[in-house]
């Protein structure tokens, strides 16, 4: 794998000094920016010593990073980020000790953005408004959720994006390192594609530059030094207010074709699922880190009727039977889903799914997914909600039904021997 490295910063044409501070580690594929706070000889304290501690409790635990890349497998994948989140932590640990021991640096914190890329894989993290932007196949897309005011604002439905833009409160950070003991960073972890490109930046580049902009010059330009000096230009030439400071990891050579093919596969699959029709892409991605894909061979039983599980399953290709009593109900084929009502209770499969060619299909777990579910409370919401509409229209059905069987049966109450046969369809369908 081929990974391009390059960082830029400047001071910006309003502030006398640069309390940014980046670090780049092509060692172990790391970038780093840091936003400090605090004023002179406080802010930038802050920042270099969190992007340092960080760097160096990596390469401390090397071994974690290396078995993740001898066995890319979703247990692994969680070590590397308890590992990132701890390194996070004890960057805050060590700057809130330093800022209550040390008068002149009383208050002093930073904004964190990370991007660490073993393999196939990257791994993002952030605190604060610092972000981490994506490239891929010519959309750049917005990583991470700023700990901002206004973006709990804009998530609450309070104020709209617009707002968000103009509001006075636009700097207020909920989240940041070095404020408090302890520190909370979002950790999250993408599969990649041949071409992808990170771009790490400070708030002095992000709130000019809209993802419109990313996307024509990444396009007109691929020399990623130049793309940071336009970068930078940009920013001062729109008022230059904060310091900035952005970073862009360029990805090659991930993976064949058909790996790559594979990700926007699963991406798309996803999007056309009733139950995700909601998510964004981001959400869509915390949804793939947990997925595992499987094929099964002809005739084989992916589910047997009776059992019980915790599997929901997302035809990727190929196509299978739905059986009853041992009697084909019905068939499907890619983008359909089954077993999705194990995600909530572990009553026996109702069916056996049985594949009538290869097929190669997507698994959701519900103790993975669950684990989503706790820390991310509006991807529970969206799939709980799904789930109830669902169920909704499944009443709507069955009333319907009844209604119907109820009718026939009072309209065809001549001959006892009809009757009998409704009452029994009846009792039958209400089982």
Same mark, same amino acid.
């Given at each position: 794998m081929k990974i391009n490295i390059a960082g830029l910063t400047d001071v910006g044409i309003k502030r006398d000094h640069n309390e940014d501070y980046f670090i780049v580690t092509p060692e172990i594929n790391l970038a780093i920016i840091c936003d400090g706070m605090g004023g002179h000889a406080a802010g930038e304290v802050a920042s270099e010593m969190t992007a340092t501690v960080v760097t160096q409790y990596l390469l401390q635990n090397k071994n974690i990073l290396k078995e993740f890349s001898e066995l890319i497998n979703i247990e692994n994948a969680g070590e590397v980020k308890s590992l990132i989140h701890d390194a996070v932590v004890k960057a805050g640990a060590d700057v809130w000790d330093r800022s209550v021991s040390d008068e002149s640096k009383r208050g002093m914190g930073t904004t964190l953005a990370l991007v660490l890329i073993i393999e196939n894989q990257a791994f993002m993290a952030h605190v604060g408004d610092s972000r981490v932007y994506?490239?891929?196949? =010519? *959309?750049?897309?917005? $990583?991470?959720?700023?700990?901002? #005011?206004?973006n709990e604002m804009v998530k609450q439905g309070l104020m709209s994006k617009k707002q968000a833009a103009k509001s006075p409160h636009a700097n207020i950070i909920t989240r940041a390192i070095g404020q408090q003991q302890f520190?909370?960073?979002?950790?999250?972890?993408?599969?990649?594609?041949?071409?992808?490109?990170?771009?790490?930046?400070?708030?002095?580049?992000?709130?000019y530059m809209l993802e419109k902009e990313f996307e024509k010059e990444l396009q007109s330009n691929?020399?990623?030094?130049?793309?940071?000096?336009n970068f930078i230009n940009f920013a001062n030439k729109a008022g230059g207010k904060d310091n900035i400071t952005a970073i862009i990891m360029n990805v090659g050579d991930v993976g064949s074709k058909e790996q790559i093919a594979n990700i926007s596969h699963k991406i798309n699959a996803l999007k056309k699922v009733p139950l995700f029709k909601n998510f964004t892409y981001n959400?869509? =991605? *915390?949804?793939?880190? $947990?997925?595992?894909?499987?094929? #099964?061979?002809t005739n084989e039983f992916i589910l047997k009727e009776g059992t019980t599980g915790e599997d929901m399953f997302i035809i990727l290709a190929g196509k299978v039977d739905i059986i009853v009593n041992e009697t084909v109900q019905a068939s499907l084929g890619p983008g359909k889903l089954f077993g999705e009502m194990s995600l909530i209770?572990?009553?026996?499969?109702?069916?056996?799914?049985?594949?009538?060619?290869?097929?190669?299909?997507?698994?959701?777990s519900r103790t993975p997914l669950f684990s989503i579910f706790k820390q991310e409370t509006r991807i529970a919401m969206k799939i709980f909600w799904s789930f109830l509409q669902n169920?909704?229209?499944?009443?709507?059905?069955?009333?319907?039904?009844?209604?119907?069987?109820?009718?026939?049966?009072?309209?065809?109450?001549?001959?006892?021997?009809e009757d009998g046969l409704i009452i029994?369809?009846?009792n039958e369908f209400l089982k």
């Open positions: 994506l490239s891929r196949e =010519n *959309k750049v897309l917005q $990583i991470t959720e700023d700990h901002s #005011y206004v520190v909370k960073p979002d950790v999250m972890q993408t599969e990649l594609m041949d071409g992808d490109q990170f771009i790490i930046c400070s708030d002095g580049l992000s709130e691929k020399d990623i030094r130049v793309n940071l000096k959400e869509l =991605n *915390k949804l793939i880190e $947990i997925i595992r894909v499987k094929i #099964y061979a209770d572990k009553s026996p499969r109702s069916a056996s799914i049985r594949s009538t060619e290869e097929t190669r299909v997507m698994v959701i169920m909704n229209k499944r009443l709507r059905l069955n009333d319907e039904k009844v209604t119907q069987l109820v009718a026939l049966q009072t309209k065809d109450n001549d001959t006892e021997s029994d369809d009846l």
